[in-house]
């Protein structure tokens, strides 16, 4: 029998949290997070932790006792969802997990599922065991490899190539592969908003000269390079030509994880597996779900997890006012700090032997960071930035030179630890009982 709620929140990132938070303001809201897991992971720090498997624990927190929030009206469900059927408005969870099987109704539901991400994320239902035993498979593979490719040459492939850098050397060849040749299309190439020609262009020759990237014009249709594959192999470009490499990692989305959906109503998901919306980011074959993220209206503007935490507040809103037979508003995106065309930052790699590009902050933090000047360390002024966090002498570049370098990728990894806490994950550092001490990797 199906146990019955108000509001199902379903996801595992920033976006589900700041959601069932919003709705855990209204007590007399039953609202069903399924979370769908026995853990919580910041995948931000993927480049970090793939690379070296040894910090993976640190951003990681296996006790549900420490992670979970205490809010009276929310019951959480730790096991993922198998359907998700909009006709019935009923949820069923997979047979795996500690609530295996379960069946849940609701009255409207908020979709914070993101995107599919093989490797950089938990795959759907996966234990915290299995979880270690990927990461360690590919810190593994990736420290013995000899050549490696990178598919995707956005922010999160550019991360990947610094990371790996740090954490194995300069020993194997690193391939970025890009559709265009180019780093960072969308953000700061020809499919930006505003397009920063300068940026591209220094990336580029950062990761060429310094980091001994080649980055490598090419595409790939075939699906079964869609997964990682950590053994050797050939990938087989578009154009006919191949790569062989020791390790291949995709390091783009893969379409919303919106698979679990099932509908009699054949216009509920757009080609690409997007959910379509109106303006109020409401399902407009479905007027009880909404989703964050995974929309067809996409969300513009930096920083992302603003835009997320935005969306997700704005759903959660709105579901309840449907719930109360009530109109829902339009989405305006009144988060803080305001949308900006182009992210922070360019990071390729966390921490010594780095290398940040501070690209656009809001203009508080851009006089303060000195960035109108390329003031820098010594010439900020003091106290703000000389030694409050450590790395911080180097935060914004030196004195009279551009805002980058190995002094802004130390004190990011630093900054990064400061994210977690403040989108409500807690407990980071713990892996718990689930998961026996193990050797550290030689």
């Not at 479905?286 to 989703?291: A, L, S, Y």
């Not at 977690?420 to 718990?432: N, S």
Request: aromatic share 8%; charged share 20%; with cysteine.
């Amino acid at each position: 029998m199906a146990s019955s709620f108000d509001v199902a929140v379903v996801g595992a990132g920033l976006g589900a949290f700041h959601a069932a938070e919003e709705l855990a303001k209204s007590k007399n809201t039953k609202v069903a997070f399924i979370y769908g897991y026995t853990f919580q992971e910041w995948v931000m720090a993927a480049a970090i932790f793939l690379n070296n498997p040894d910090e993976h624990q640190k951003w990681t927190c296996g006790v549900p006792e420490k992670w979970k929030q205490k809010w009276p009206n929310v019951q959480y469900f730790l096991s993922s969802v198998e359907s998700i059927d909009c006709d019935k408005k009923e949820i069923k969870l997979m047979n795996k997990g500690p609530d295996a099987g379960a069946v849940i109704s609701y009255k409207a539901v908020i979709l914070a599922t993101g995107s599919k991400s093989p490797l950089l994320t938990p795959a759907p239902g996966m234990s915290l065991t299995e979880r270690v035993a990927e990461v360690r498979a590919c810190g593994q593979a990736l420290k013995s490899a000899k050549t490696v490719v990178f598919n995707g040459s956005g922010l999160v492939g550019v991360e990947m190539c610094g990371d790996f850098r740090i954490q194995n050397g300069y020993g194997a060849k690193v391939i970025l592969l890009s559709r265009s040749g180019k780093v960072l299309d969308s953000d700061f190439g020809d499919k930006a908003h505003t397009p920063d020609a300068g940026v591209v262009t220094k990336v580029t020759n950062i990761l060429k000269d310094k980091f001994q990237v080649d980055v490598k014009q090419g595409s790939v249709s075939d699906p079964k390079f869609s997964d990682p594959i950590l053994s050797p192999g050939t990938l087989k470009l578009d154009d006919g030509s191949t790569l062989d490499f020791d390790v291949y990692i995709p390091c783009y989305p893969l379409g919303p994880n919106t698979s679990s959906l099932v509908s009699s109503k054949s216009d509920l998901l757009d080609p690409r597996g997007a959910l379509v919306t109106n303006e109020c980011l409401q399902s407009t074959a479905h007027p009880e779900v909404f989703g964050v993220g995974i929309t067809t209206i996409k969300l513009f503007g930096h920083p992302v997890s603003s835009r997320i935490t935005a969306a997700s507040q704005h759903c959660a809103r709105q579901a309840a006012a449907v719930i109360e037979g009530k109109q829902p508003q339009v989405f305006k995106d009144k988060g803080a700090p305001p949308p900006m065309s182009h992210p922070m930052n360019v990071k390729i790699g966390h921490g010594p032997g780095g290398y940040m590009i501070w690209t656009s902050l809001p203009g508080p933090a851009k006089v303060c960071c000195c960035q109108c000047c390329n003031g820098g360390y010594p010439c900020c002024p003091p106290p703000c930035c000389w030694c409050c966090i450590p790395g911080c002498s180097g935060a914004c570049g030196t004195c009279g030179s551009p805002p980058e370098g190995e002094g802004p990728a130390k004190l990011m990894i630093h900054l990064l630890a400061k994210f977690p806490p403040a989108h409500g994950f807690k407990g980071l550092g713990d892996y718990g009982a689930e998961v026996p001490t193990q050797a550290k990797m030689t």
